[in-house]
């Protein structure tokens, strides 16, 4: 079983409209979280990582926050705009551990 | 251009044939990683070097599959005979500190077809 399950699989939204995604993990011991974003064809690219000290973690439109007790992370989008239609990645680190391990994403379609 | 660099972008191969994957780490990263990522799914661990060390690989990686990373700098991944099941997208990443505390950069990745 993934250590790293995401919610929705994929969803579409309207441009101007804002969406959450879920993230639930069980790695442990809990390292850190990091949120990446995949356009198709292309290598994910870091929004947000985040300790187990933070709760919240904004990059412009993109807001993270994690509940390290309830080993849950959301992804906030605000106010989308078309360009955000991507694959968006959970990613959890276990401590001292190099191996990532990676949830399946949650495709984002955003439509005019 | 001071990202993660692979090359190609795009392989389109026959089966039983081997392809190179090569991959050129940000300047000064020492550690540098490979995975493998299948349609609808996230990436996939293969193999991590630090420096010139290949520390771990993945039971993914068959006897067909090697990685290198000769002098500490770029990486190869070489994939012998390939099979339909090989299709994928293959990403490289490299990190400065480890990642506990270190930011991970991916390349573009390089697709494989085996037809």
């Known amino acids: 079983k993934n250590q790293v399950e995401q919610s929705p699989q994929s969803l579409i939204i309207l441009e101007g409209k804002n969406c959450t995604l879920q993230c639930n993990y069980t790695v442990s011991p809990f390292s850190n979280l990091r949120w990446y974003k995949q356009d198709t064809g292309r290598g994910p690219v870091s929004l947000t990582i985040?300790?187990?000290?933070?709760n919240t973690k904004s990059n412009g439109r993109y807001t993270a926050t994690l509940d390290a007790d309830t080993k849950q992370s959301s992804l906030h989008i605000t106010a989308s705009q078309l360009s955000d239609s991507a694959s968006y990645i959970c990613v959890v680190s276990r401590a001292n551990d190099y191996k990532l391990s990676f949830g399946a994403g949650t495709t984002v379609t955003v439509r005019a | 251009d001071t990202g993660v660099s692979q090359d190609p972008r795009h392989k389109i191969t026959k089966r039983g044939q081997n392809v190179t994957f090569r991959c050129d780490p940000i300047s000064e990263h020492n550690r540098l990683y490979w995975y493998r990522q299948t349609l609808g799914q996230g990436p996939e661990f293969l193999t991590y070097?630090?420096?010139?060390?290949?520390?771990?690989k993945s039971r993914l990686l068959s006897d067909r599959f090697s990685a290198e990373r000769p002098k500490g700098s770029f990486s190869t991944l070489e994939i012998q005979r390939t099979e339909q099941g090989d299709s994928a997208m293959y990403l490289c990443?490299?990190?400065?500190?480890?990642?506990?505390?270190?930011?991970?950069?991916f390349g573009e990745g390089s697709r494989l077809t085996v037809l």
């Open positions: 070097f630090q420096n010139e060390a290949q520390l771990e």
């Open positions: 985040m300790t187990f000290s933070e």
């Open positions: 990443a490299s990190s400065l500190s480890d990642l506990n505390t270190g930011e991970l950069f």
